[in-house]
């Protein structure tokens, strides 16, 4: 059995190889993707100096909606992620419209409401490395495939590490590299990737879990009862006005230590205002995992989701992501999880290595013996 499970490594391991390899160096990218992005677009950072009143909701609503021509509805609006950034927009446009169907993203200056940039989500350096890490840029099928191959590098590594695991005083000084002796380029490589994968265990295998979870979220939602989200009916009244700067003062009313994070307006398949928001125990940064649901006109609260009354089952579910991406514990969960993109990434070029050294080289030198 130890033959069959270090030959069930290594064959697993070269077909894992090259999407490992992948999906760990877009994975240490995205990490710091807002970071990038604003770095590669300095327009939308704002200048230092800048005072003044802030723009009202409802002028950076209408902004959005007068961005392009054909626009439907906002889909999402987002509130700025520091007293630098800008407000992002997600926009629907029209069936009629060419850029039906496409994720259109509107930056708006949160003191002018003036609108910065207009762009197709995907198409900018940022997005397509986050497309690139769900899919490899091959559509929604890949993604499966990617789950299936999550799967697969789970027992791999489980594998790994039970074989792996330095069991005796000698394997650790070996391993730590306290022996004087010379080591060939074999030993160096396996001596690599064991104390890399050893260093990087606990958070690579947090990493495969949710990711998994990820690709599959209906499967999640179901293993851990996430709470579904509500779809309270509106009873809407003639000739009254719709305020969408009461919203947020309605949301803060009800909840006055939240901070609201994302505002989805009313739209034919929902007619209720979503408000998220996130508090100081949320895992959920820039999200949020608390929920108001409201009368556009009448800015009544219908339904709520709070995640101070979930099970630690449901709450589970809301951390999977904020894992994943490391913000669940700010910027020292980025860091982490961006070292260990790193650290996987060497990882696997030290396998693959050490496969090649091992198959080849030794063939290689037999040959002229």
């Known amino acids: 059995m130890r033959k069959f499970w270090i030959e069930f490594h290594r064959i697993s391991g070269l077909i894992l190889f ?32 800048i005072s003044g009143p802030p723009a009202s909701i409802a002028e950076v609503m209408y902004a959005a909606l007068h961005a392009l021509p054909d626009v439907a509805h906002i889909n999402s609006l987002r509130t700025p992620r520091n007293d630098k950034a800008m407000y992002t927009a997600f926009v629907e446009m029209n069936s009629q419209s060419p850029l039906h169907g496409k994720t259109i993203e509107v930056m708006i200056n949160p003191y002018t409401a003036d609108v ?35 799967m697969l590098m789970l027992v791999n590594v489980i594998v790994g590490v039970y074989y792996g695991w330095p069991r005796s005083k000698k394997a650790w000084n070996w391993l730590l590299a306290r022996t004087q002796k010379s080591s060939s380029t074999i030993a160096r490589l396996r001596r690599t990737h064991i ?37 309270p009916d509106v009873d809407w009244l003639s000739n009254h006005p719709i305020q969408p700067d009461n919203w947020l003062i309605s949301a803060k009313q009800y909840w006055p230590e939240k901070q609201w994070q994302r505002i989805i307006p009313p739209s034919s398949q929902s007619p209720s205002v979503e408000i998220r928001l996130n508090a100081d125990n949320d895992p959920r940064k820039t999200s949020g995992s608390f929920v108001l649901w409201l009368n556009p006109q009448t800015n009544q609260i219908l339904a709520e989701q709070s995640y101070d009354t979930m099970s630690l089952r449901q709450k589970t579910a809301f951390w999977l992501f904020p894992l994943h991406s490391g913000e669940a514990f700010d910027l020292t969960g980025r860091i ?17 290595g050490l496969w090649y050294r091992r198959k080849f080289k030794r063939q290689h030198q037999k040959r002229f013996i």
């Not at 999880?337 to 030290?350: D, E, Q, R």
């Open 18 to 49: 090259i999407p490992l390899f992948l999906q760990s160096v877009s994975g240490a990218i995205i990490v710091f993707d807002h970071a990038i992005d604003e770095w590669l677009n300095p327009q939308l950072v704002l200048d230092d100096g």
């Open 116 to 150: 910065v940039s207009v762009r197709e989500w995907g198409s900018y350096f940022t997005s397509m490395i986050y497309l690139f890490h769900f899919t490899f840029l091959l559509g929604d099928n890949m993604e499966l495939v990617l789950g299936l191959l999550a």
């Open 195 to 231: 104390a890399l994968g050893l260093i990087s265990l606990p958070v690579f295998i947090i990493l495969i879990i949710t990711g998994i979870s990820l690709i599959f979220p209906d499967q999640t939602k179901w293993l851990l009862n996430r709470p579904a989200k509500a779809s």
């Open 336 to 352: 982490i999880v961006f070292i260990t993109g790193i650290f996987t990434a060497v990882l696997s070029v030290a396998g693959g």
